[in-house]
């Protein structure tokens, strides 16, 4: 069965630095979304991209985030300069037709930020 | 805005017993899913319900909605030490790109 796959699974950075997450949507997904969760609790949801472009942000993806899909396959989050309250389980998704339907999530990227 | 809540915020229950999970939210909505997540993964779609449909079913699955009460529930029959991991309900808010999330329930089985 095809999964969303994102690496790295773990990533460690200095505060200040820039983070790059990266993900692999199914293959005939057309949305795409990043969600974040800490410590086991509430997920929160991030940012909706379809057709090349954001279709929904949170208040969360403040001008410290970006994203990008610079290919066929990949599916990126940035985040700038990052801060301690950033650390968290970054989880990318994916649906077929739309924000309404069941979304196929990944393995999560846990990021720390020291 | 937070849409859905879940009660119980944890349940322990022996295995073999059933597990019934709540979920309200605020506003009108396309439907209600449900997830399931287990220690250090991503979520697992389970079940969709409709905001037209009150009862569905998917296995040892059963997901109730009632739209007049804004609340549905989730059973889990004949419970397994596996079903072990925490339930999320969400849900899809027409002319919104993203689905809003309960704050979760978290399930252990004891065998």
């Known amino acids: 069965e095809p999964e969303v796959t994102q690496t790295p699974s773990h990533q460690v950075t200095q505060m200040g630095q820039e983070v790059i997450l990266r993900c692999v949507p199914i293959?005939?997904?057309?949305?795409f979304y990043w969600y974040r969760q800490i410590l086991g609790q509430k997920v929160e949801f991030l940012v909706s991209f379809y057709n090349n472009e954001i279709s929904e942000k949170s208040e969360i993806f403040d001008d410290q985030f970006s994203v990008e899909r610079p290919d066929g396959s990949n599916f990126t989050l940035k985040i700038r300069s990052t801060k301690l309250e950033d650390s968290a389980m970054y989880f990318c998704?994916?649906?077929?037709?739309?924000?309404?339907?069941?979304?196929?999530f990944g393995d999560g990227t846990r990021l720390s930020i020291l | 805005s937070q849409q859905g809540e879940e009660d119980p915020q944890a349940l322990s229950i022996q295995e073999g017993e059933n597990a019934t999970m709540n979920c309200s939210y605020k506003t009108s909505i396309n439907n209600l899913q449900w997830y399931r997540q287990n220690s250090g993964r991503g979520l697992v779609h389970l079940i969709l319900i409709r905001s037209n449909e009150r009862e569905k079913h998917s296995g040892r699955l059963r997901v109730t909605l009632d739209t007049s009460k804004k609340s549905s529930s989730l059973l889990i029959t004949a419970s397994r030490a596996a079903d072990t991991a925490s339930y999320f309900c969400?849900?899809?808010?027409?002319?919104?790109?993203?689905?809003?999330w309960g704050a979760g329930t978290k399930l252990i089985i004891k065998p």
């Open positions: 293959s005939n997904h057309l949305y």
């Open positions: 998704a994916s649906s077929r037709t739309g924000p309404y339907q069941p979304q196929h």
């Open positions: 969400a849900t899809a808010v027409d002319s919104n790109y993203q689905l809003i």
